[in-house]
């Protein structure tokens, strides 16, 4: 079984340029998250998709990251104007389903975002 | 907040001793889970315990969840050099949508 995979791995931009993360999860898996982790912390989570609807977002900051996840497979999160303190690892993760129904999550290797 | 608090903050211990970990949190949950993250592997899932369950067991862990005192225990057994990593726990809330990882612990084992 493929896992999930993300792209690129490393990217290096300067503060106030665009950046954007693409995710593709396990097939079958209609639940997808994006996280960021910061070195030294947990992942926090930014987004969560059920199928092709958000589920929550409160924790995205949302003037200047946005996420989608059309058709309900792929998704993208993008970064505009990206900031020093979006330093992080963003990781994308899915699962079967939620809570009751297989919420064990997979993650993907992640993208190691470096802002200067 | 359903947030997990991971106890200790770091851990050193030779090859061959137990490590236990635990976590806390706050409200009712519909399951916890463990998760290890080292730079091989990336971010794994271990094991889910849910909220009707005491103990869960996989090949060399044991998961043990009191949800009277709302925490969890991850014990390692014969640990191996190979087990370094940070572990988080994750628990889902009672609405079954919302997982929030900790901080985690942070584990060296030595060789």
């Known amino acids: 079984e493929a896992g999930v995979a993300q792209s690129p791995r490393y990217k290096i931009i300067e503060k106030r340029q665009s950046v954007a993360f693409w995710c593709n999860p396990i097939?079958?898996?209609?639940?997808l998250y994006w996280y960021q982790q910061i070195l030294g912390q947990g992942p926090k989570l930014l987004i969560q998709?059920?199928?092709?609807?958000?589920?929550?977002d409160s924790q995205l900051p949302k003037d200047r990251f946005s996420a989608e996840r059309l058709k309900g497979v792929d998704s993208t999160l993008k970064i505009q104007p990206a900031k020093l303190e979006d330093s992080a690892v963003y990781l994308c993760?899915?699962?079967?389903?939620?809570?009751?129904?297989?919420?064990?999550?997979?993650f993907g290797p992640g993208t190691r975002l470096t802002v200067l | 907040s359903q947030q997990g608090e991971e106890d200790p903050q770091a851990l050193s211990i030779q090859e061959g001793e137990n490590a236990t970990m635990n976590c806390s949190y706050k409200t009712s949950i519909n399951n916890l889970q463990w998760y290890r993250q080292n730079s091989g592997r990336g971010l794994v899932h271990l094991i889910l315990i849910r909220s009707n369950e005491r103990e869960k067991h996989s090949g060399r862990l044991r998961v043990t969840l009191d949800t009277s005192k709302k925490s969890s225990s991850l014990l390692i057994t014969a640990s191996r050099a190979a087990d370094t990593a940070s572990y988080f726990c994750a628990p889902t809330g009672t609405g079954g949508f919302k997982t929030i990882f900790g901080a985690g612990t942070r584990l060296f084992v030595k060789a």
């Open positions: 993760a899915s699962s079967l389903g939620l809570g009751s129904l297989g919420n064990e999550q997979f």
């Open positions: 998709f059920q199928n092709n609807g958000v589920v929550d």
């Open positions: 097939s079958g898996h209609a639940t």
